[in-house]
């Protein structure tokens, strides 16, 4: 089976622009989860989706965003970037909500916002 | 807040001694996983513990969980060049349906040849 993957692997932006990123999970996992990691705040949970539904989010400004569509493929958007919101993001996805799901991360996506 | 704090935050130690690292919770968990990252990579599963679960191994990787510490650590022995990366422990946060991951700030660990 594929893994996760992500595109694209690397990215840069100027404050005020907005960013789609995307993620296809292993196929047959309908839960995909997104993580933004920085070096001063670590890991955190952005938002989690299973069967196109948005089942939990983190403490997150309304500019960040995501979907997930019937394939499970799921996209985030981040929307009037600032410098902060350089960070890694990676996503992740499991066979179901179930917490001893393992979660399959995807190699992430390295945003740089200039 | 952080639920999973590791501990120490950075280690360096040479090829074939044992590493151990440390995490700290603050709140009743279901299970605990540890996690790899290769530098500015995407993150790898280890192994899971669940909370009914004293020790569990696989292959040079062993964790402990003492929940009435709320804490547990990550042993891999026979340390290899190769091992070097960050290690982060990570404890699920759910409600019903809900499901989310709290991880640590992570331990770097650094094997020398």
């Known amino acids: 089976k594929a893994g996760v993957t992500q595109t694209p692997r690397y990215l840069i932006k100027t404050r005020g622009q907005q960013v789609t990123l995307s993620c296809s999970p292993i196929?047959?996992?309908?839960?995909v989860s997104w993580y933004q990691q920085t070096p001063g705040q670590g890991l955190q949970f952005l938002f989690e989706y299973f069967s196109e539904t948005q089942r939990n989010k983190g403490n997150f400004p309304g500019r960040f965003s995501g979907r997930q569509f019937s394939n499970s493929r799921s996209e985030m958007n981040v929307s009037t970037l600032e410098l902060g919101d350089s960070a890694l993001y990676l996503c992740?996805?499991?066979?179901?909500?179930?917490?001893?799901?393992?979660?399959?991360f995807g190699p992430g996506t390295r945003l740089t916002v200039l | 807040s952080q639920q999973g704090e590791e501990d120490p935050q950075a280690l360096s130690i040479q090829e074939g001694e044992n590493a151990t690292m440390n995490c700290s919770y603050k709140?009743?968990?279901?299970?605990l996983q540890w996690y790899r990252q290769n530098s500015g990579r995407g993150l790898v599963h280890l192994i899971l513990?669940?909370?009914?679960?004293r020790e569990k191994h696989s292959g040079r990787l062993r964790v402990t969980l003492d929940t009435s510490k709320k804490s547990s650590s990550l042993l891999i022995t026979a340390s290899r060049a190769a091992d070097t990366a960050s290690y982060f422990c990570a404890t699920p946060n759910s409600g019903g349906s809900n499901y989310k991951l709290t991880f640590g700030k992570g331990t770097l660990l650094t094997v020398n040849p």
């Open positions: 196929s047959g996992h309908r839960s």
């Open positions: 513990i669940r909370s009914n679960e």
């Open positions: 992740a996805s499991s066979l179901d909500v179930r917490t001893d799901n393992e979660q399959f």
């Open positions: 709140t009743s968990i279901n299970n």
